[in-house]
């Protein structure tokens, strides 16, 4: 049995993101209170993996969970290559997309009860998805406590090194929002910082294609 949706959760929701994952295309920002927008990359999220998204699949062992996996074209990818991957995501338009092109996903939380809880040997937060919540210790920690003991943790970061927990919304740029909720963004410093906390410990940390990627392990 899962939770009620937490008031993030149903903001993902909102018409703007679930009718840009319908047409694959933006564009579509996070806004916050001062005007200042983050875009966001529907288009490259609804291709085929690119050569950044290869750096991340080929890090990946053993079973594989892909939280805020969106339309899937990592669980997809790594079912391809003959992982078991199950992608997470609160939006039902992008578990629906996963799940049409042949992943598997579930329309949850993270912080939800989740299948094979503890015995994940990799887990996934790409494209941004560390700032779940807006509160990546919690983030980290749970994590934590998805992965195996010997499980790695695969984390998309910002370019630059920026911390930053902040209120946004989903924008269309054409007068289209949902509700606000809380994000986080983090570069390589600071993630590890709270990872350290959180009981993990940096194994890697790599740059493809301009994104930045940090590899934990338990």
């Known amino acids: 049995m899962t939770t009620e949706l937490t008031e993030p959760a149903l903001a993902w929701r909102a018409d703007p993101y679930a009718e840009a994952l319908r047409s694959g ?10 005007g200042w927008l983050l875009p966001l990359e529907v288009e490259r999220w609804c291709s085929e993996p690119d050569a950044a998204d290869a750096t991340v ?3 990946c062992d053993g079973p594989v969970l892909d939280i805020g996996c969106g339309p899937g074209r990592l669980v997809t990818a790594l079912a391809a290559r003959g992982h078991r991957a199950l992608g997470v995501d609160v939006t039902p338009e992008a578990v629906d997309r996963t799940v049409r092109a042949g992943g598997s996903a579930l329309c949850r939380s993270v912080f939800d009860p989740l299948p094979r809880e503890g015995r ?5 937060l790409i494209d941004g998805n560390i700032g779940i919540g807006g509160d990546p210790a919690a983030l980290l920690r749970r994590a934590a406590r ?3 003991p010997t499980g790695c943790l ?9 911390d930053e927990r902040v209120e946004v919304h989903v924008d269309d740029g054409r007068g289209g929002h949902g509700t606000a909720f809380r994000w986080a963004r983090l570069g390589t410093r ?11 410990t940096r194994a890697v940390a790599w740059q493809a294609a301009d994104r930045s990627f940090v590899g934990l392990r338990r």
């Open 25 to 34: 295309r933006g564009p579509l920002y996070l806004r916050r209170g001062d």
């Open 146 to 148: 998805l992965a195996s």
């Open 154 to 162: 695969l984390v998309e970061v910002a370019t630059t090194e920026v």
């Open 120 to 124: 994940w040997d990799t887990v996934l």
């Open 57 to 59: 699949l080929d890090r």
């Open 190 to 200: 600071a993630l590890c910082a709270e990872a350290h906390e959180a009981g993990w």
